[in-house]
């Protein structure tokens, strides 16, 4: 992909970019989560966005093997 590569050309790019991004876009149009309605607005603000990162991370430190078999 050549966004990917593109990012990857930065040092620490891919921790780096995203978030400038997203600050670039709430800093020129802070109104967007309320434009998209009540489920975008709830991924944009509050605890939401930290907390779903958090359990991302959480669950990919999983081993397969550990879950129970049913």
Known sequence: MK????????PG???IVPPLLGAIINTLFPSIPKTFGSFTGALMTGSLPILAVFYVCMGSTIDFKSTPIS
């Open 3 to 10: 966004i990917k590569a593109s990012i990857e050309r930065i």
């Open 13 to 15: 790019g891919m921790m």
